[in-house]
């Protein structure tokens, strides 16, 4: 991707940050590198982006041997947070919550898929 893309993505992660329980979010090639990000900078993105590649890809594969088609989304619950993951041409799009912030899952699932959409046309068009 270009610095201009780059830097637009950044801006749809960072209008993100904040909105429904939203602690920040990361663009992810598929080689698990951060193409963009607005996690706060005392979280090593680069260690997020490696391990939720990985997560992604591992059920992506699991999905394609259940038969059930090609891994879209993917929601996570966990005791200090939820991460989503939302494919984006041939990057994951990953949104993180904050731990005890009050979450409305359709909210968050809207504006994923809303941004998801504006950051495909991005990644296409690199």
Known sequence: MSKELIDKAEVVLKAMNGQHGILGCLLIASDGGVLA???????DTAMIASLCSTLF???SISIRRMNRG????MTL???RGILHFYQVADAIFVVLTAR???VSL???????EEQGQVLT???KTS
């Not at 090609?70 to 989304?73: P, R, S, V």
Request: proline share 3%.
């Open 121 to 123: 046309e991005l990644v």
């Open 77 to 79: 619950v966990t005791e």
């Open 37 to 43: 990000s607005s996690l706060p900078s005392e979280i």
């Open 100 to 102: 005890g912030q009050k």
């Open 70 to 73: 090609e891994l879209a989304q």
């Open 106 to 112: 359709e909210g968050l699932l809207r504006l994923v």
């Open 57 to 59: 890809s591992n059920n």
